[in-house]
T-cell receptor, first 110, second 114 residues
Framework: DVKVTQSSRYLVKRTGEKVFLECVQDMDHENMFWYRQDPGLGLRLIYF???????EKGDIPEGYSVSREKKERFSLILESASTNQTSMYLC?????????FGPGTRLTVL | AQTVTQSQPEMSVQEAETVTLSCTYDTSENNYYLFWYKQPPSRQMILVIRQEAYKQQNATENRFSVNFQKAAKSFSLKISDSQLGDTAMYFC???????????FGSGTKLNVKP
């Protein structure tokens, strides 16, 4: 079974802090994605990566950056956290037409 | 741009009954994929069912089936014999054939009542 893990289930940070959300997969998939999930808005794509050191902006990249130094790890970075980044963050991998989800990180920015 | 619309934010159904969740989408593509995902409370998102647009036959997976109307750009999910474990958020999603992006609807919260 494909396993996608995220470093924290719950995270509380203060406004202005630099925040790292980590995602690791064990199936050697090339494509990895970061979404945020908000009530009434569904899932919105922040960034995706199709190879090591390659990244593409999604629909809402502002205030975020990403890093993919190794194939199995895809990190989402909030350079200076703000309260409007309080959300559920989901990491996924894709293989052909199937997507595999991590458990999510619920981030609260105070 | 692709959009996916789920017009029912919340629905309830009695255990053992049948419920249909609606989804419409907008695209100029001819070949694409459609999905229904289930997110149980505090649990991981899982795939319920998948439909390839080039296939006319509606996909089925046990108690779950879809009604795919390509011309109308409609993709509804029917859950038969609803069970308490079906209580979850359900998301409709669209993917172009280039595979690089998924587009999700806003979700429907389904509550199955005993």
């Amino acid at each position: 079974d494909v396993k996608v893990t995220q470093s924290s289930r719950y995270l509380v940070k203060r406004t202005g802090e630099k925040v790292f959300l980590e995602c690791v997969q064990d199936m050697d998939h090339e494509n990895m994605f970061w979404y945020r999930q908000d009530p009434g808005l569904g899932l919105r794509l922040i960034y995706f990566s199709y190879d090591v050191k390659m990244k593409e902006k999604g629909d809402i990249p502002e205030g975020y950056s990403v890093s993919r130094e190794k194939k199995e790890r895809f990190s989402l970075i909030l350079e200076s956290a703000s309260t409007n980044q309080t959300s559920m963050y989901l990491c996924t991998t894709r293989f052909y037409n199937e997507q595999f989800f991590g458990p999510g990180t619920r981030l609260t920015v105070l | 741009a692709q959009t996916v619309t789920q017009s029912q934010p919340e629905m309830s159904v009695q255990e053992a009954e049948t419920v249909t969740l609606s989804c419409t989408y907008d695209t100029s593509e001819n070949n694409y994929y459609l999905f229904w995902y289930k997110q149980p409370p505090s649990r991981q998102m899982i795939l319920v069912i998948r439909q390839e647009a080039y296939k006319q036959q509606n996909a089925t997976e046990n108690r779950f089936s879809v009604n795919f109307q390509k011309a109308a750009k409609s993709f509804s999910l029917k859950i038969s014999d609803s069970q308490l474990g079906d209580t979850a958020m359900y998301f409709c999603a669209f993917m172009k054939q280039d595979f690089n992006k998924f587009y999700f609807g806003s979700g429907t919260k389904l509550n199955v009542k005993p």
